[in-house]
């Protein structure tokens, strides 16, 4: 079975420019989750998706964040402009109904913002 | 508030078991992880425990869990090289399992042949 799939790995960007990841959940998952993940840091979350509804997006800063995940399966999360502090790894994590206790992980996007 | 502490590095001989501590603060989480974060990769599901029971074992991994305290540790018997990771301690944030993670800031394992 593939895992969680994110595109791309890595992304260096200036800033001011915009950016988007991908996510590709395993099959069947219809929770999603995308992560922020500083250096020497945990993850946080930043939005989680049952199907294609935003159930906890508290944590996402609104003002350049955005996140969508239109037909319940494939999800976008895209930074509009892209600052310095937003250098990090984005994680995408999937979880089957109703195992919320079982989030698995993508190997996540590096971006770097010069 | 809820959060999640852990100590930052432990360094120990391959063969040696491993002791990794977490504290937690939100007394209403329903299930505790354990998550390893090896380089460049994501975060891999170790092991979990539910709130009312007080230990969890599978195979070398030792999960102990004082509510009381509000302290989680895992125990990697006989370490080996492989084991060298990051290892999260997560509580599920608020009561109920509602898919919140809060993760603690990770503990490095390194293991020393």
């Known amino acids: 079975e593939a895992g969680v799939v994110q595109s791309p790995r890595y992304k260096i960007i200036e800033k001011k420019q915009p950016v988007a990841f991908w996510c590709n959940p395993i099959s069947g998952h219809n929770t999603l989750y995308w992560y922020l993940q500083n250096l020497g840091q945990g993850p946080e979350l930043l939005i989680r998706?049952?199907?294609?509804?935003?159930?906890?997006d508290s944590q996402l800063p609104k003002d350049r964040f955005s996140a969508e995940r239109l037909k319940g399966v494939d999800s976008t999360l895209k930074i509009q402009p892209a600052e310095l502090g937003d250098s990090a790894v984005y994680l995408c994590?999937?979880?089957?109904?109703?195992?919320?206790?079982?989030?698995?992980f993508g190997p996540g996007t590096r971006l770097t913002v010069l | 508030g809820e959060d999640v502490e852990q100590s930052l590095f432990l360094s120990v001989r391959e063969g040696d078991s491993s002791v990794i501590n977490c504290t937690y603060t939100d007394s209403s989480s329903t299930y505790l992880y354990w998550y390893k974060q090896e380089p460049g990769a994501g975060l891999q599901l170790l092991t979990y425990?539910?709130?009312?029971?007080d230990m969890k074992q599978d195979q070398r991994l030792t999960v102990l869990l004082n509510k009381k305290d509000k302290h989680l540790s895992l125990r990697i018997a006989d370490t080996q090289t492989g084991d060298s990771a990051i290892y999260f301690c997560?509580?599920?944030?608020?009561?109920?399992?509602?898919?919140?993670?809060?993760f603690g800031q990770g503990t490095t394992l390194q293991v020393k042949p």
């Open positions: 994590a999937s979880s089957p109904p109703p195992l919320y206790n079982e989030q698995f």
């Open positions: 998706y049952e199907n294609e509804e935003a159930v906890d």
């Open positions: 997560a509580e599920s944030g608020g009561s109920g399992n509602t898919g919140k993670l809060i």
């Open positions: 425990i539910f709130s009312n029971m």
